[in-house]
Structure formats: C-alpha cells, structure tokens
C-alpha cells in the first residue's frame, strides 16, 4: 500500500469560473433594501416563530407581527394595516418571505421567513462572544468528538466505516464546532471594536469622571484576553495531536478523503490558536497606549483645560516660538587617503612643436582597383562573379557592396564583356549577389 | 523587571545601548518608553547620566509625561530651534495627541488627518498664509499642494527628533508632544510661561524677520531643513501646469478617437 501526501485543494475557485458566477449573479440584478422597520419586522417574526414553533405565518399573522414592531420602532405612524401589506410585499419581492402554501388565489396565503431572511436576523440577534466558558465547553466537546473519531479510525477497515465513522463527523460535528469557536472570535474581535470605540466615548462624555469605567473596562477585556489566550494555547496543542492521529491512520489506510478533512480541521485549530496570539499582543499594545494616555493626559489636565489653552496657541498669531533641541554634528570619519607621490618637475620639451610638412606621393584607389581587376583576369577569372570574389577577398564586409559597383565599371572598362539578356544572380561570399557576366582576357592597352 | 543599579559612570558608558542612546540625544531625539532598552537605561542612570551631560554644558530633562531629551544651556553643544511651519505641525500633533478621538485608533494619525487638524483650528487662509505664500493671490491648487507638502516634510523632521513615528501609512503620536503645549500647561499668563521657557533655553522667540526654517545658533547650516523656498513653489507650480498640458493631451486624443469612432 502506498500512503500518497494529501494535497490540499485551491482554496479560491479558478478565475474563469468565478467570473462566470459573478456575471451570473449581475444577470439576475439582484439588490437588497431594507430599512430598520423591515429589519425589526424580520427579527420580531424570526423571535415570534421560534417561541411558538411557528413553520409558516398566515396573512393576519404577518399584520399583527408588524403591527407590534412598527410599535416600537415608529410609535407614532399611522396607517399601520397600509404599511404593513407595503412591507410584507418589500419583503416578498426581495424574496426575504417565501409563500408556502401553493394555493395561489384560492385562499390567502401561507409565509414563512427564507433562508435569506434568517441569515440578516441571525446576523442582527449574533451574541456569540468568545467567552472564557464558552471555549471550554467548545473545547471539551471538539475534544470528546475527536477521541472518538479516532478509535473509530483505530479500527475502521471497510470504506464504509471510514465514511460514516470518520469523515463524516468530522466534516459536519467537528467542522462545526471549530467554525463555532470561529465565529465567537469574530464577536469577540467587533466587541473590541465597540469597546474601544466605547472608551472614546466616555472619555469624550466625561472626562475626568470616566477614569475609573475606562480603568476597569481595560482591565476587564484585558483579563479576558489573557485567559482565551491561555486556554486556547493550551487545548489546541491537544487537538491538533488527536487529529495529527486521525490524520496518520488515515494515510496509512491509504482514506485520502478522511486525510484531508483531518488537515483541513488542523488548520483551522491552527488559525483559532494564532488568532489568541496576534490579538493578546494587539490588545498589550492598545491597553499601554491607554493607560498612559490615562495617566499623562487625563489625569493631569481634569478640566481639559490643557487642549482648549493648547488650541488658541495654535489658533493665535500672537508670540511666535521654536522649541530648542541639540544639535550636535555628527562626528566626522576622515577617510584614507594616498600619500601623494613625488611629482616629477615640469619641464618643457625642447624639440619644436609643430612638424613641418612633407610630400608624400598620393595613391590613386582607381588605378589599385584597376591593377587587382587585370591580375584577376590575367589569372584566369572569366565571370564578373569570381573578379569582384577575388577582388573584394580583403575588403571590410560593409564596404563589399560599394566596392563591387566599382569593380563592374572597371571590368567593363578593361576587358570585353557580354551578358544574357536574362542574367543570373550569382552569390558572392554570404552577404552579396552580382548579376553575371562572362568577361575576357583584359584588353591589351594601346600605347 | 526590576532597575539596575549602576554606582559609576564607568558601568553606564560600558551599556551596550550606550553609545546610540548618546548619539540620539546629542542629535536632539526625545526618548520614551517606546524606546524601551534607551528609556530604561536613562531611568536607571538618571542622576550619573545627568552630572555626566552637565558637564558638555547640557540639561538631561526628564518630564512628567514619560520622555528623555537634551538641552544645551552652555556653548560646549550646538543647538537649533525648530522651523515655524514644524512648530505648527507640532502644535497640531499635541492637539492631536491630546484628543480621545486618537485612542479609539491607539494612538494613530494620517498626515491628512494632521493638515485636516491644522485647517479646522487654523482656518485655510492661514494655513496656506503660514506654509506657502503671504501674497493675496496666489493659485488654490499649487497653494494646497505646497502645504500638504510642507506638512508631511515637517512631520517627517519631527519624527527624526522622536516626536512621532511614522509608518508605512499611519503617525504613532508620542508623548514627547506635550513639550509643545509646554507654554500652555500651568492656567496662568501664557507670556509669563513663555519669558520662562526662554529663561530656561526651552524655546527661543521668533521674529517675523528671522523665520527662515530652522534657526541655527552655531551657523552650521543644513541645506535640507530650508523653508520659504520660492524654487519650490514655482517648480510645484510647473508640475501642475505639466499635469493640466497631459490632462488637456489625452483629453484632445480621447476627442479625436471618439470622432474617429463616429
């Protein structure tokens, strides 16, 4: 049996296919309007249903629900039998109510809150904060789940036993218990949020007086911090060796699929434990800020007094003023340097500057060119092509070109040549072609 | 974590942060717990490192609000004052440091959020009057773009002297920004405060004539720190002149495509 490493699918889909959803989606134009009235109006159904085991709300339902939100929310709004069928057809449109009796206009009809719906109530009603008991409870449960996944692995031999006794609680009891712990942590981190947006406000409310409630709420949060962190550190190492187990027998059992849930559930634990570690020093960071801030700022300026006088300053053309500072310049690093060597004297040369000029006979190119032609054709060259070979054997690659031109003039001019009407392009080296001549001996020059 | 105790100059001078904090403090960094290994040393050695700089004709001052920094009082160490336009970005830093708005971000700022400050208790007027120009007219565009300029080239000298940090996209304000609410700290007159930061070498007046960017005491100059610079504005002028001549460009070649087009 070969145990083969489990590779971990993409975790985004393929570009192509998500444009494909996404231009799916925008065909369909979807959009979503909900006020705080509708809002209120799907929590107090989501609420209405749940306490009297409610499927589905029939039409008067509906009215007498909103009714009591729109209470609330708009105590003094008229019309409410008008608004309601207005927002029960908002909702239904925006496929937030869904129509479950199927009767049509046969008789009034039968509503029930869609997935949709759910999803924002349960978003609005969340109050899943990561707490210290919380966890535990999370924790034991993951724990006792997967000690018992695991003797089921210890001993699952048939794939069906994998498949329900493995895979299957992990994807789903498992899979939801971590997501659970999750999604606390995302509570925990918007309760932050609040919280130091909260400070803030107390601060801003009430300067002085909100000390002590900042004091403690910092305290407080910063306790929490500490334990979540601790516990989760701690119960994560054990999980992750549970699953670790899971994990190895399933590679050993050759069950890729029960492998792969196993190291998907290690690094969401993986994740969780990291979340406690990055948010613990975040919030180290935050809480020395504030407490400083408490001391330094709040303490010593309890009237605010300090920002208001500092404000006009700056505010004021009045005395200007520069804070001294030192200034010390940085020390100076002399760099290496040659000695210099002994510089002969200067002296003058003695011999005369400029050189008086000579006459030297000139070459005549035309006459050289002419002297190469004839020794070619002496030599027995009867083409124009092997006269401009010979010749241009030591001429520069690109002066070839011109130098064949002159060679064809002088060939003309001191041998007799003939040519077909059709005359053939005859290479000459790599880079040029001549049209071709025959030629004769060279002409006996009259004296 | 408990404090050394050091008897002799000798064993402080032998610290490994030492020599860095010396040269920091000698270049004007104001030093604070952030600068956790400097800040504690300094604690420790409070009242040797203190004898020891008094002799270079310098104070070692230590304020209340949790930072270090040097002052020269004698000739043995040059000294300079801060610019105007930094002092005002100073200023709005403070006001910055000192509003709970900041905590909610702990402790954090943008340069914009710093020329935003400075135009709501400064008023535009005066903002582009004391970084950019004090004529009546000038262009609104090339006037903003200088002031944000200015700004950001003064917030990054403060950072140099351990007033802030700056990141990758935020200001960490610190706390060596009360010195500049120093004049405004006790209720009483702000001129009597002021004769006696001056008394103290603290701070230095400045006159209208005398606000080029960073007065220098021992005529060392440094060509980086100048203000006022008319080649600035009119090279900031020419970039936007620049910009609206390839604004106009492709406009004209988006207009002729589209004729084409047609």
């Known amino acids: ?447 | 974590m408990t404090p050394r105790t050091f008897t002799e100059l000798q064993e402080v001078v032998l610290d490994p942060s030492f020599p860095d904090l010396d040269l920091a403090l000698r270049r004007g960094r104001h030093v604070d717990r952030e600068d956790f290994a400097w800040y504690t040393l300094l604690t420790d050695a409070q009242d040797l490192l203190e004898a020891f700089y008094r002799r270079y004709g310098c104070e070692l001052v230590h304020k209340a609000d949790g930072y270090y920094y040097l002052l020269p009082t004698g000739e043995k160490l040059s000294r300079r004052q801060l610019a105007v336009g930094d002092m005002l970005v100073g200023q709005a830093l403070a006001l910055m440091y000192l509003d709970p708005s900041t905590i909610e971000r702990g402790g954090r700022a943008t340069t914009e959020d710093v020329v935003a400050q400075l135009a709501v208790v400064m008023g535009a007027e005066a903002l582009v009057r004391a970084f950019h120009t004090k004529k009546k007219k000038y262009d609104e565009r090339v006037a903003q773009k200088a002031v944000r300029t200015k700004v950001a080239d003064g917030i990054r000298r403060l950072a140099a002297l351990g007033f802030v940090d700056v990141g990758d996209e935020s200001l960490k304000l610190r706390p060596a920004l009360l010195r500049f609410a120093e004049p405004v700290r006790a209720a009483g007159q702000p001129a009597a405060a002021l004769a006696k930061l001056v008394a103290d070498g603290e701070i230095a007046m400045v006159t209208e004539d005398a606000e080029p960017a960073e007065a220098d005491v021992d005529a060392e100059t440094e060509s980086d720190a100048g203000e006022e610079s008319t080649d600035d504005d009119s090279d900031l002028e020419a970039e936007l002149r620049a910009d609206d001549a390839e604004r106009a460009a492709s406009d004209a070649a988006d207009a002729s495509e589209d004729d084409e087009d047609t």
């Open chain 1, 1 to 447: 049996m070969v145990a083969t490493r489990y590779e971990a699918p993409p975790v985004t889909s393929p570009r192509r296919e998500l444009d494909q959803v996404i231009a799916a989606i925008a065909h369909r134009k979807p959009a979503i309007d909900l006020g705080p009235v509708d809002i209120c109006f799907l929590i107090a159904l989501h609420v209405q249903s749940e306490g009297a085991n409610l499927t589905s709300f029939t039409e008067q339902q509906l009215e007498d629900v909103f009714a009591n939100a729109s209470a609330i929310v708009q105590p003094e709004a008229e019309q409410v039998r008008r608004r309601a069928t207005h927002a029960i057809q908002r909702l239904r449109e925006q496929r937030f109510l869904a129509r479950v009796d199927g009767q049509g206009v046969v008789r009034t009809g039968e509503f029930a809150l869609s997935r949709l719906a759910i999803g924002v109530v349960e978003f609005f009603l969340e109050d899943d904060v990561l707490t210290r008991a919380s966890l535990h409870v999370l924790l034991a449960s993951l724990r006792t789940a997967i000690t018992e996944v695991r003797e089921v692995a210890r001993t699952a031999t048939e794939p069906a036993q994998w498949a329900d006794g493995v895979v299957g609680p992990l994807q789903v009891t498992i899979a939801e218990l971590v997501a659970g712990i999750e999604r606390r942590q995302r509570g925990l981190d918007l309760q932050q949020e609040n919280f130091q947006a909260e400070i803030r406000r107390l601060l801003e409310a009430d300067w002085f007086g909100a000390l002590d409630r900042c004091q403690q709420l910092l305290e407080q949060t910063s306790a929490t911090l500490h334990e979540l962190n601790e516990v989760l550190l701690r119960d994560s190492s054990q999980l992750l060796v549970l699953l670790q187990d899971v994990e190895d027998l399933a590679v050993a059992a050759g069950q890729t699929d029960a492998e792969a849930v196993a190291h998907r559930l290690m690094d969401q634990i993986d994740r969780s434990a990291a979340w406690g570690t990055t948010r613990q020093r975040a919030w180290s960071e935050y809480f020395q800020y504030v407490h400083r801030y408490l001391r330094d700022v709040v303490r010593l300026d309890p009237t605010r007094a300090l920002t208001q006088r500092l404000r006009e300053q700056l505010a004021e053309s009045g005395d200007k003023f520069a804070l001294t500072y030192a200034s010390a310049a940085p020390m100076r690093i002399l760099r290496t340097v040659p000695p210099p060597r002994d510089q002969p004297p200067v002296t003058r040369p003695r011999a005369p500057r400029d050189r008086e000029p000579v006459t030297e006979p000139a070459a005549d190119p035309q006459a050289v060119l002419v002297s190469k032609v004839k020794q070619a054709l002496v030599d027995g060259a009867r083409t124009l092509s092997t006269v401009t070979a010979q010749v241009t054997a030591d001429v520069a690659a690109s002066e070839r070109f011109i130098e064949a031109g002159r060679i064809a003039h002088t060939v003309a001019q001191v041998a007799q040549v003939r040519a077909e009407v059709e005359r053939p392009w005859v290479a000459v080296g790599a880079d040029l072609e001549v049209e071709e001549w025959d030629t004769t001996a060279p002409r006996e020059e009259k004296s």
